[in-house]
């Protein structure tokens, strides 16, 4: 509730206030306090502890898979002694699908909790895809709001200093020369002292503004080639465009710069959205490929997944330490991210606390610690415009040679007066308070958000690969193997494109007795056994007294091929119902 209170626009969420609450325990297993302090060594070892339990998982894992690869090797050795008997159990129970019997129900049972586990495992990669995605966005937005606070505080640098450049041009050019002008007449002598004397205080004024100080420096030291330049009124540029600086070394420079802040996000962010891009391919490439090697029954390419599932198993519990400790971390700051900023020296070093306090809350009760100093530079500026009025109207006509370093003077005196209105808009608190509030929320919504999701994505592809690596053993022990296929091929004689109930049902009937072959009939009425057709009509004779052998098939007949010769016709017809060996002749030889 600090939080709320400090940032009215920004409350912790319930995930933030959830992990904030969370215990912490060093390696010591003491109570320690939860207050976001990142340099503390304490602080840490409760991290490193949070961080540790997904490594007691990972070895739970390890053991949990081993217990099953002994219970495989002991249940395979088994198989091998009672392989006799539950093949004929197999065959004489054999079913549609190939599997029959205890052995058959459990191969079954193993493909199908495979087939389960690589579906979780799809599910956590749909998860842990829309968390990269959260994750990159928050971060996103914290950058942006970043780049525009340091593109802020620049404007602000480039338009103190260009301020103070101006006045310190007028004093050394055009007022130096009004002066020399103006010896012999002593009023308006004085009126070109006191430009010159409230310029120099509106000088020191904005150099007390102590934003960021780097951009006035190196204004202030380049004085004497500048000399001949002209004021102009700044343009902003969007902080798309503004340059910004790679950062070249990890050490956060003094004063803090949120420029550097937000490339190096940005570069590391960068790097852990494609760590996790490339992390979740490999899921789902070991996770279709392990279907494939279920439906194909291809032994070779689920060994190869085997191997490739240890590794994302490692990785998956390995990413989740990780994530357990930012998202603790983050909850921490988040929770009151004021106190963390006002308190940390990184920030203090050149910035006071009440100028911290200022932007941080924006409260409409409090003034602006630089309202004062802007007064009165806003004072001494009308007074230099009303010195330069009066010399306008009575020094001119007076001395003519002056008009020129009076104009000179007037001219930048404007190109002030752009500047400091510029100035005091961008040392209003709504802006950067803006910009602090965005970047909370993206950080503490949507990045908080995103790893959440990462977390669970983590959880689940770990339990998924676990449950794989248990039950893809059984699957692929329970494949064929080619040798048995060839084997199976050879011996049936069959078409090795049937399957396998075909083959066995061939074998099995082959083995209770060989059928009659088709030829082999007892008389003439007899029938063939799988013969669909309709009941034959029993020979008629015709009305020339000649039988009707047309309508009966050839094996009612029991007539020999048209190619056998008459002889053989004479000897074969002698036992048959029409002894008449002539009209047999008579009737073949048509």
Known sequence: MAAMTAVPSYSPSLWVRVCHALPRLDLTMQMRDNIFVPDSWEYQQTLLVLSSLSAIA????????????????????????????????????STGHGYSG???????????????????????????????????DGMYQLTSSLLTANYTLASIDLLISDTITGLQLSISGPLTAMEELFTGSKPFLVSTRNCRRLSENVINLLSSISLARSSV????????????????????????VAPTLVPTSSIMPSPFSPGWVANTLMVNEDYRWLSYVLLLLLDLIVCLFILLGLAKQA???????????????????????????????????????????????????RTSSDVLDYYLT????????????????????????????????????????????LKEVQQILNSTEGNFHQLVALLNCRGLNKDYIDS??????????????????????ALAFTTILCSLPGAWRSFPSESEDYEDSDSESEDPFTSHQARRQTSTGSQRGAMPPFYN??????????????????????SNGNPGYESLPLTDRQSPPPSYSPSMLTGYGGSQSHPNPAHSRKLYSR
């Open 217 to 240: 420096d190196a204004g202030m030291g380049n004085d004497s080639s500048s000399s001949g330049a002209t004021i102009t009124p700044l343009t902003p540029v969007p902080p798309s």
């Open 440 to 461: 909370l929320k993206g950080l503490c919504y949507d990045g908080m958000e995103g790893l959440l999701y990462l977390s669970l994505y983590s959880f689940l592809s």
């Open 521 to 542: 009939y007892p008389g003439a009425g007899w029938t063939p056994p799988f013969s669909s057709a309709p009941p034959l009509p029993t020979p008629n004779v015709s």
């Open 58 to 93: 990972l070895v739970i894992s390890l053991l949990v898979v081993l217990s099953f690869l002994i219970h495989y090797c002991c249940c395979h050795r088994g198989d091998r002694n009672e392989g006799s008997e539950e093949e004929e159990e197999d065959e004489d129970g």
């Open 299 to 349: 032994r070779w390419l689920l060994i190869l997944m085997t191997v490739l599932a240890w590794l994302a198993l490692f990785l998956s519990w390995g990413s989740l330490g990780l994530e357990t400790a930012t998202v603790v971390a983050l909850g921490d700051f988040c929770s009151d991210p004021n106190a963390f900023v006002l308190n940390s020296t990184q920030f203090n070093t």
């Open 362 to 405: 924006c409260n409409r009760r409090m003034n602006s610690p630089f309202q004062q100093l802007l007064t009165q530079s806003q004072r001494a500026l009308s007074n230099i415009h009303t010195h330069l009025s009066s010399l306008d109207r009575n020094a001119l006509p007076q001395f003519p040679k002056a008009e020129k370093s």
């Open 102 to 136: 205890k052995k058959g129900r459990g191969i079954c049972c193993v493909t199908w909790v495979a087939v389960a586990a690589v579906t979780l495992c799809c599910v956590a990669i749909g998860i842990g895809f829309y968390g990269n995605s959260e994750a990159n």
